[in-house]
């Protein structure tokens, strides 16, 4: 049996205004083309298919046309689970319907495993599928049990008697699958990718957890394609699009597994051509710098985070020449080294009242700023909490 795995779509989200409506199409223009030449069983779906709880209707639209062709008429089986960024309703919503072509859609936690017929390659999988399991959620499923201690248990131990009540059903004549969206303890987050799932540490997992005798773990909602260490293969597919400047210089990609019952799946990282990099570009030199890098045609179909080191700020003729040169300049931030330099010697000898009058005369061309206006100021700051940092004269 060949299984795709990929997760994260997250459908509908820009980066700073800009769509990525164009790149997501094509990301699963070749995910439908793949799923054919790899000769593909079952595509497995880990939750974050939207960005959002209410996704645009393109956003959609492109969901349900793609699932369409990667089912292809009932040829492959497709199951989507829900993520922390989606309505579980509103992503089940279309279940009955979608299940007469071999999709299927699952919007909250399900108690009992599924057993799938794979009509291409005559082998059955059974698949636990666990959606984004909050600890609401998790409690009504568990809501029926009358081990008091289990309902009040970690939530990792918790997850972990979920899996393993449910798993039972696997099948020794079976490929085996586990399929969810969560944390689990020792992935390699991209800060500013992921919203967070778990709060102070709750809603992490430990990868025992999950190791309840199946041959494989889709995971989705870490962005970075990733191995978690443990007995069972548990993976991250990672999402097929950079939606983040944390993401610079990753590779985009999905997980193949090759599956039969009783064997050790064979898992190969298949790269995605889809979609256009993140890149970070630091002139040092200046904006002639930037110059010479746009007429070279660096990074051409990258969006950029563009940080300039400047000795004068930057007109607006400039920074309208920057954008029109090239339309993927997301971010234009200067550095001025000079007054860094500057301030961070004044901040170590001078009271904080100064240094704001300083920064009020630099900024207003000379203007001294009224008595009350440094009083307020000031006020604001030991509102803060820096009476002491005032007081002995320190920067806030």
């Known amino acids: ?16 205004g800009r769509s990525r409506q164009a790149e997501q199409e094509a990301f699963l223009d070749e995910l439908a083309v793949m799923v054919k030449s790899e000769e593909i069983d079952l ?186 260490k443990a007995d069972t293969p548990i993976r991250y597919s990672g999402s097929p699009l950079a939606y983040s400047f944390s993401e610079t210089g990753q590779a985009k990609s999905v997980t193949i597994v090759e599956a039969a ?26 904006i002639g710098q930037v110059h010479r890098w746009l007429d070279e045609g660096r990074d051409a179909r990258a969006w950029i985070d563009l940080t300039i080191h400047l000795n004068e700020a930057l007109n607006m003729g400039q920074l309208q020449d920057l954008r029109k040169s090239h339309e993927g300049i997301i971010h234009i931030r200067p550095v001025y080294p000079d007054m860094q330099d500057e301030i961070h010697g004044m901040e170590r000898s001078l009271p904080v009242d100064e240094l704001f009058r300083r920064f009020y005369l630099r900024q207003t061309g000379g203007a001294e700023p009224e008595p009350e206006l440094v009083r307020l100021f000031l006020s604001m700051l030991q509102t803060g909490g820096t009476e002491d940092a005032h007081a002995g004269g320190e920067k806030p």
């Not at 049996?1 to 700073?16: F, K």
């Not at 709880?53 to 046309?65: I, Q, R």
């Not at 898992?267 to 200046?286: C, D, F, N, Y």
Request: some cysteine; overall charge negative.
């Open 1 to 16: 049996m060949r299984i795709l795995h990929t997760a994260d779509w997250h459908l509908g989200r820009t980066l700073e």
């Open 43 to 228: 595509v497995l779906v880990a939750g974050d298919i939207y960005d959002t709880v209410n996704p645009p209707s393109l956003a959609e639209k492109l969901f349900y046309d793609s699932l369409s062709r990667l089912a292809d008429g009932g040829k492959r089986h497709v199951a989507v689970i829900a993520g922390n960024h989606d309505s579980p309703e509103r992503l089940a919503a279309a279940a009955p319907l979608a299940q007469r072509h071999q999709i299927r859609l699952w919007g909250l936690p399900q108690a009992e495993p599924v057993e799938l017929g794979i009509p291409g390659c005559g082998e059955r999988a059974v698949l636990f599928a666990l959606p984004y399991p909050s600890e609401a959620r998790l409690g009504e499923l568990l809501s029926g049990e009358a081990d008091e201690e289990l309902l009040r248990s970690a939530y990792s131990e918790r997850i972990k008697a979920v899996a393993r009540r449910a798993c039972s059903a696997f099948r020794k004549d079976s490929v085996n699958l586990i399929m969810s969206h969560l944390y689990v303890l020792g992935g390699a987050e991209s800060e500013g990718s992921e919203r967070p799932i778990q709060v102070g540490g709750a809603y992490t997992v430990e990868a025992a957890a999950l190791c309840a005798g199946a041959d494989y773990v889709a995971l989705g909602h870490l962005h970075r394609p990733q191995f978690i």
């Open 261 to 286: 019952p009783g064997g050790r799946p064979s898992i190969t990282e298949v790269p995605l051509s889809a979609g256009r990099p993140l890149v970070e570009w630091t002139a040092k030199e200046g």
